[in-house]
C-alpha cells in the first residue's frame, strides 16, 4: 500500500497548477519517463479521451451555427459524415441558408434554375424543408461551377438534314435553327422535330424569336416575320439589296445587316407591320453582324472595324484592332466582344473603345461567339468551341464534337447549344446529375 495520503495529493495538485507551462510540460515528462511501460498504455486512454471531446455536441445551436459558417460547403459535408449527431446539427442549423444566401441566391445560376419548369413541379410536389432546399441547391450550384471550370458536359448531338445549320436560338422547349436548305425547322430539346418553315428562297442566316414571332434573314436578301401561332409568314421586308447575314430586335425596333455594306433599322408598329427608319452607311465592306441595347448600335464588319452607333444613326466611335475582318460580336451593358478571321476575340469598352485584352487560342476564323459575367464562348472554323473566363481571359474547356466548321453558339448557366456546317446540333449540358432529390 503507498502511504501517500489522498490530501497530499491534492496540495501536490494544486501546487501544479500553480506553475508555468513550460514547467509542468517539464515535470509530466519527467514522469512520464520514469512510468513502466503497462501503465502509460492506461495514461494514453486517458490524453486521448480528453483530446477527442465532442465539444460541438455540448454548444448551444446558435454557436454551433457561428463555428460551422467558417466551414466550407466541402467541409461541412465531411462534418456530415462523422456521426449522427454531426448530421443532425449540419442539416438541422441555418449554415446552408448563410452559404445559400452569400453565394448562390444572387447568381444568373439559381435565377436560372429556379425559373426552370422542373424546378417549379420538383417543389410543388415535395414541398421540401427549406434547410433541404438550401443544402441541396446550394451544393448543386458550387458543382455547376466546378463543371464550366474543370467538368466534362454530357453531348447530345443530332442532325437536321439541311445541308448546314447557320444559325439557332432556343429555350427551355424548343430549338429553332436555320438551315442551308432555305427552311427554319423547330426541334424540341430531345432532338424530334415538330415542324418547318418554308418561304425563303436562299439559306437561312441569321433569326431571332420571341413568344409570338420569328423573324429571319436570308441569302435570298429578304426578311420574313412568321407567326409562331399559326406558322405562316406575315410579313416580308425588302430593303437590302444582297444576303441578310444578321439581325436583331426588341420591343420596340429590328436592326438588320447584310452584304451589301449597309445596316436598317426598322421600326416594329405589330408583328406584321414595319415601318423603315433609316439606313445607316459607312462600312467598306459587308456587315456580318449588328447588337444594340436601346441607347446604342454596334456593327462589324469585313473591313477590319467595329462601329457604334446611336439608334437614331449617328456614328459615336470606331473601334480598331483586329488584323483581319470581323465574323461576330456581342454587345452587352459595358462591353463589347469581338470575333476576327485573324483567329483572335477581343474584348472593349463600349464608352471609351478601349482594347481590354485580347484572347488567342483557336486556329481558324471565329465565326460566332456569346459571353456573360462569367463566360465567353466561342466558335470557330478549327471545329472547337472554347470556354473562356471572363474576367481573367484564361482557357477552361475546349469542346470537340462537330466534324465541321462551327457556325453558331449559344448558352445558358446550364449548357451550351451549338450549331455547324455538319449539319448537326450538339448539347453540351454541364448540369450536375441528380440534383433535385427523389423526395424530402
Given at each position: 500500500?503507498?502511504d501517500f495520503?489522498?490530501?497530499?495529493?491534492?496540495?501536490?495538485?494544486?501546487?501544479?497548477?500553480?506553475?508555468?507551462?513550460?514547467?509542468?510540460?517539464?515535470?509530466?515528462?519527467?514522469?512520464?519517463?520514469?512510468?513502466?511501460?503497462?501503465?502509460?498504455?492506461?495514461?494514453?486512454r486517458?490524453?486521448?479521451?480528453?483530446?477527442?471531446?465532442?465539444?460541438?455536441?455540448?454548444?448551444p445551436?446558435?454557436?454551433?451555427?457561428c463555428?460551422l459558417?467558417?466551414?466550407?460547403?466541402?467541409?461541412?459535408l465531411?462534418?456530415?459524415?462523422?456521426?449522427r449527431?454531426?448530421?443532425?446539427?449540419?442539416?438541422?442549423?441555418?449554415?446552408?441558408?448563410i452559404?445559400f444566401?452569400?453565394?448562390?441566391r444572387?447568381?444568373?445560376?439559381?435565377r436560372?434554375?429556379?425559373s426552370?419548369?422542373?424546378t417549379?413541379?420538383?417543389?410543388h410536389?415535395?414541398?421540401?424543408?427549406w434547410n433541404?432546399?438550401?443544402?441541396?441547391?446550394?451544393?448543386?450550384?458550387?458543382?455547376l461551377?466546378?463543371n464550366?471550370?474543370?467538368?466534362v458536359?454530357?453531348?447530345?448531338r443530332?442532325?437536321?438534314?439541311?445541308?448546314?445549320?447557320?444559325c439557332?436560338?432556343?429555350?427551355?422547349?424548343k430549338?429553332?435553327?436555320?438551315?442551308?436548305d432555305?427552311?427554319?425547322k423547330?426541334?424540341?430539346?430531345?432532338g424530334?422535330?415538330?415542324?418547318?418553315?418554308?418561304?425563303h428562297?436562299?439559306?437561312?442566316?441569321?433569326l431571332?424569336?420571341d413568344?409570338?414571332?420569328?423573324i429571319?434573314?436570308s441569302?435570298?436578301?429578304?426578311?420574313?416575320?412568321?407567326?409562331?401561332a399559326?406558322?405562316?409568314c406575315?410579313a416580308?421586308?425588302?430593303?437590302?439589296?444582297?444576303?441578310v447575314?444578321?439581325?436583331?430586335?426588341?420591343k420596340?425596333?429590328?436592326?438588320?445587316?447584310?452584304?451589301d455594306?449597309?445596316i436598317?433599322?426598322?421600326?416594329?408598329?405589330?408583328?406584321?407591320?414595319?415601318?423603315?427608319?433609316?439606313?445607316?452607311?459607312g462600312?467598306?465592306?459587308?456587315?456580318?453582324v449588328?447588337d444594340?441595347?436601346?441607347r446604342?448600335i454596334v456593327?462589324?464588319s469585313?473591313?477590319?472595324?467595329?462601329?457604334?452607333?446611336?439608334?437614331?444613326?449617328?456614328?459615336?466611335?470606331?473601334l480598331?484592332?483586329h488584323?483581319r475582318?470581323?465574323?461576330?460580336l456581342?454587345f452587352?451593358?459595358?462591353?463589347?466582344v469581338?470575333?476576327?478571321?485573324?483567329?483572335?476575340?477581343?474584348?472593349?469598352?463600349?464608352e471609351?473603345?478601349?482594347?481590354?485584352?485580347?484572347?488567342?487560342?483557336?486556329?481558324g476564323?471565329?465565326?460566332?461567339?456569346?459571353?456573360?459575367?462569367?463566360?465567353i464562348i466561342?466558335g470557330?472554323y478549327?471545329?472547337?468551341?472554347?470556354?473562356?473566363?471572363f474576367?481573367?481571359?484564361?482557357?477552361?474547356?475546349?469542346?470537340?464534337?462537330?466534324?465541321?466548321?462551327?457556325?453558331?453558339?449559344?448558352?445558358?448557366?446550364?449548357?451550351?447549344?451549338?450549331?455547324?456546317?455538319?449539319d448537326?446540333?450538339?448539347?453540351?449540358?454541364f448540369m450536375?446529375?441528380?440534383?433535385?432529390?427523389?423526395?424530402?
Open positions: 500500500m503507498s495520503q489522498p490530501s497530499q495529493k491534492r496540495a501536490l495538485l494544486q501546487q501544479f497548477a500553480q506553475w508555468t507551462d513550460d514547467d509542468q510540460v517539464d515535470f509530466a515528462t519527467g514522469i512520464l519517463q520514469t512510468m513502466r511501460p503497462n501503465l502509460l498504455g492506461q495514461v494514453y486517458v490524453i486521448t479521451n480528453t483530446l477527442q471531446k465532442d465539444f460541438l455536441t455540448e454548444l445551436y446558435e454557436l454551433v451555427d463555428v459558417t467558417f466551414l466550407k460547403a466541402r467541409e461541412l465531411t462534418c456530415a459524415l462523422v456521426c449527431a454531426w448530421h443532425s446539427m449540419v442539416t438541422r442549423t441555418g449554415v446552408w441558408r452559404l444566401n452569400d453565394e448562390v444572387a447568381s444568373r445560376a439559381w436560372d434554375f429556379s426552370l419548369e422542373s417549379k413541379r420538383w417543389m410536389m415535395y414541398k421540401p424543408t433541404i432546399v438550401y443544402k441541396t441547391f446550394y451544393v448543386g450550384m458550387k458543382q461551377q466546378q464550366w471550370e474543370h467538368g458536359p454530357t453531348r447530345m443530332f442532325l437536321c438534314n439541311g445541308d448546314g445549320v447557320y439557332l436560338q432556343y429555350d427551355e422547349h430549338i429553332v435553327i436555320g438551315n442551308r432555305n427552311n427554319i423547330v426541334y424540341d430539346m430531345a424530334v422535330k415538330q415542324y418547318e418553315l418554308a418561304g428562297t436562299g439559306s437561312v442566316l441569321c431571332q424569336y413568344n409570338e414571332k420569328i429571319s434573314g441569302s435570298d436578301s429578304k426578311i420574313r416575320v412568321w407567326s409562331l399559326t406558322r405562316s406575315v416580308i421586308l425588302d430593303r437590302h439589296e444582297q444576303s447575314l444578321h439581325l436583331r430586335f426588341d420596340q425596333f429590328l436592326v438588320t445587316c447584310s452584304k455594306h449597309f436598317c433599322i426598322w421600326k416594329i408598329d405589330s408583328m406584321n407591320q414595319y415601318t423603315f427608319l433609316r439606313r445607316l452607311e462600312h467598306r465592306a459587308a456587315v456580318n449588328v444594340f441595347d436601346g446604342l456593327s462589324g469585313g473591313d477590319r472595324t467595329i462601329k457604334v452607333w446611336t439608334t437614331d444613326g449617328a456614328l459615336v466611335r470606331v480598331v484592332g488584323s475582318g470581323i465574323a461576330c456581342q452587352r451593358g459595358d462591353y463589347i469581338s470575333g476576327s478571321s485573324d483567329e483572335s476575340i477581343r474584348v472593349w469598352n463600349v471609351t473603345g478601349e482594347c481590354l485584352r485580347t484572347l488567342v487560342g483557336h486556329r476564323l471565329i465565326r460566332c461567339l456569346r459571353f456573360d459575367e462569367s463566360y466561342t470557330s478549327d471545329q472547337k468551341i472554347m470556354v473562356w473566363d474576367k481573367t481571359g484564361r482557357v477552361l474547356q475546349t469542346l470537340m464534337g462537330h466534324e465541321n466548321r462551327v457556325f453558331r453558339v449559344q448558352f445558358d448557366s446550364f449548357k451550351i447549344i451549338s450549331s455547324s456546317q455538319d448537326s446540333v450538339c448539347i453540351w449540358n450536375p446529375q441528380n440534383i433535385l432529390p427523389i423526395s424530402n
